[in-house]
């Protein structure tokens, strides 16, 4: 049974401020995704990484890094929170071949983050 | 570039009525498509895929590509599916989903 953790549920934090958001699966996927899920625009990619050190930006990736130092864990960075980015985040992680059944993205519970 | 468009924001309907949700996309390949739930208070999951060609939980989806659809249906709904229903593309060779906005259904007693 494939488990995808995230490191919070809620998280407060200022205007400015460096947030980092943590994600790990253990199912030894190589895909892993962060997006931000908003009312009325659904989910959005932020970034996506393939491989360990490896990355690739998403629709919406200003205001945000990615680390992927190992291959079970997936960090989200935001250099310096603003209000527009209070939002859920949810990470997601699946296996690299395309192909039926194993291109199923299993989901984080998310992480409601409030910037003031 | 490829879309995802659920043109309804809100589903309402009563329990053992037939409920269905829309979906239409814009992509000029040959897409995989997906349907994702979310209950409340609980994760996003897959309930079911294309190319599967089930039913899960009583939900069917039948692509049509000359409309460009991928239209979800159940033809007598349960109060338990009330939850948010993502509707999501995958193009070929890509690993990527594109995510429609989301069409809540609640099912009333």
């Known amino acids: 049974d494939v488990k995808v953790t995230q490191s919070s549920r809620y998280l407060v934090k200022r205007t400015g401020e460096k947030v980092f958001l943590e994600c790990v699966q253990d199912?030894?996927?190589?895909?892993m995704f962060w997006y931000r899920q908003d009312p009325g625009l659904g989910l959005r990619l932020i970034y996506f990484s393939y491989d360990v050190k490896m990355k690739e930006k998403g629709d919406i990736p200003e205001g945000y890094s990615v680390s992927r130092e190992k291959k079970e864990r997936f960090s989200l960075i935001l250099e310096s929170a603003s209000t527009n980015q209070t939002s859920m985040y949810l990470c997601a992680s699946s296996l690299s071949q395309a192909g039926v059944g194993t291109d199923t993205q299993y989901f984080g519970p998310g992480t409601r983050l409030t910037v003031l | 570039a490829q879309r995802v468009t659920q043109p309804e924001k809100l589903l309402s309907v009563f329990k053992g009525a037939p409920v269905e949700l829309k979906c239409n996309y814009s992509y000029s390949g040959s897409p995989e498509l997906f349907w994702y739930v979310q209950y409340s208070r609980q994760r996003l999951q897959l309930l079911l895929r294309?190319?599967s060609r089930e039913s899960i939980k009583g939900f069917t989806a039948d692509l049509n590509k000359g409309e460009t659809s991928f239209h979800l249906k159940k033809p007598f709904a349960q109060e338990e599916d009330s939850a948010m229903y993502y509707c999501?593309?995958?193009?070929?060779?890509?690993?990527?989903?594109?995510f429609g906005a989301g069409t809540t259904v609640t099912v009333r007693a």
């Open positions: 999501a593309l995958r193009r070929s060779n890509d690993y990527k989903l594109s």
């Open positions: 199912m030894d996927h190589e895909n």
């Open positions: 294309h190319i």
